[in-house]
T-cell receptor
């Protein structure tokens, strides 16, 4: 009964480094999303997907890439980390537009 | 464009009293819905309640109820008989079900609720 598995839980990067945040769900959900959470700003959508092979940008996509080659996986790539990307990142999945979202446990990323 | 607004950065309530957390929205979708989530200090996101715009009665889930007022474009969360464990951040969120942003789930800024003993 894994739900949404997000790794790693913590990460420290140096400016300019790249990395991939992993997200996998075992519920056969079509909808998957990546959010970042910063103090006072709620959850802001980075990228989302409505099915394998289909992705779109959210509110704050710059500096991030995604792909969705399978229904289960939706990795988020940071191309060249910047201190402004220091944040808590959440992956979420849901079955349809009007159904509840299930969240991963979050990744606390610090860019120094 | 779709917008979700939570105007209360922080709220305080006495244990066992009721509290209302505000959420207003703006959407062009003819039908829509609204979610509420709770985020305790441990960080996980917990689904609380959902209601669709065509639902005739306000949704209730235990001590949580959703006060949906479409004319005012508000969907407030009411927590009855507050408990210390209700202290958390609360988010409202709305999905897009049409247009070019189909599938997007937008969150409000959140309200921090503190329950006093």
């Amino acid at each position: 009964n894994a739900g949404v598995t997000q790794t790693p839980k913590f990460q420290v990067l140096k400016t300019g480094q790249s990395m991939t945040l992993q997200c996998a769900q075992d519920m056969n959900h079509e909808y998957m999303s990546w959010y970042r959470q910063d103090p006072g700003m709620g959850l802001r959508l980075i990228h989302y997907s409505v099915g394998a092979g289909i992705t779109d940008q959210g509110e704050v996509p710059n500096g991030y890439n995604v792909s969705r080659s399978t229904t289960e996986d939706f990795p988020l790539r940071l191309l060249s980390a910047a201190p402004s990307q220091t944040s808590v990142y959440f992956c979420a999945s849901r079955r349809g537009a009007y159904t509840e979202a299930f969240f991963g446990q979050g990744t606390r990323l610090t860019v120094v | 464009a779709q917008k979700i607004t939570q105007t209360q950065p922080g709220m305080f309530v006495q244990e066992k009293e009721a509290v209302t957390l505000d959420c207003t929205y703006d959407t062009s979708d003819p039908s829509y819905g609204l979610f509420w989530y709770k985020q305790p200090s441990s960080g996980e996101m917990i689904f609380l309640i959902y209601q669709g715009s065509y639902d005739q009665q306000n949704a209730t889930e235990g001590r949580y109820s959703l006060n949906f007022q479409k004319a005012r474009k508000s969907a407030n969360l009411v927590i009855s008989a507050s408990q210390l464990g209700d202290s958390a951040m609360y988010f409202c969120a709305m999905p897009r079900a049409g247009g070019t942003s189909y599938g997007k789930l937008t969150f409000g800024q959140g309200t921090i609720l503190t329950v006093h003993p």
